[in-house]
């Protein structure tokens, strides 16, 4: 049996297969709530991709430099969270209590960066779709 700790609450699984389509759809839907919000705040313009264009001139230097990055950063972050959740999840942790402990508490780290860098996201797209306002 498999457990899986998410957001304070624990899932049960029967197997390795059940658990990974399980991850699978977890991150199924956090990318398509991602896409769902950068669609939601990237609506185009009356005129056209002349005023995307002109739009993405507003921001910053610093933070389009940001935008440019950050998906590549959700990336990095991801899988960073993946491998924590791993880790955590093997038998000889499982059974430290102490070091299931450190890894869940990294695993929830991970996941709010994860979280924090998908939130930044949006508000750079939001700023982008208002034109740097």
Do not use: C
């Not at 699984?13 to 389509?21: G, N, R, T, V």
């Not at 389009?64 to 990336?75: L, T, V």
């Not at 899988?79 to 929830?108: F, M, W, Y």
């Amino acid at each position: 049996m498999i457990l899986a700790f998410d957001n304070g609450r624990v899932t049960p699984f029967a197997s390795l297969a059940q658990w990974e389509a399980w991850r699978a759809e977890l991150a199924a839907a956090a990318q398509a709530e991602a896409r769902a919000a950068s669609a939601a705040t990237s609506k185009p313009r009356a005129d056209g991709d002349a005023a995307s264009a002109g739009a993405r001139r507003r921001l910053g230097y610093i933070e389009q430099r940001e935008y440019d990055a950050i998906e590549a950063n959700i990336a990095a972050a991801e899988a960073a969270l993946a491998a924590a959740v791993t880790e955590s999840e093997r038998p000889e942790n499982a059974s430290d209590g102490a070091k299931l402990v450190e890894l869940l508490a990294l695993t929830a780290k991970h996941q709010a960066e994860v979280d924090r860098l998908y939130a930044r996201w949006a508000e750079l797209e939001a700023k982008l779709t208002a034109g740097g306002g």
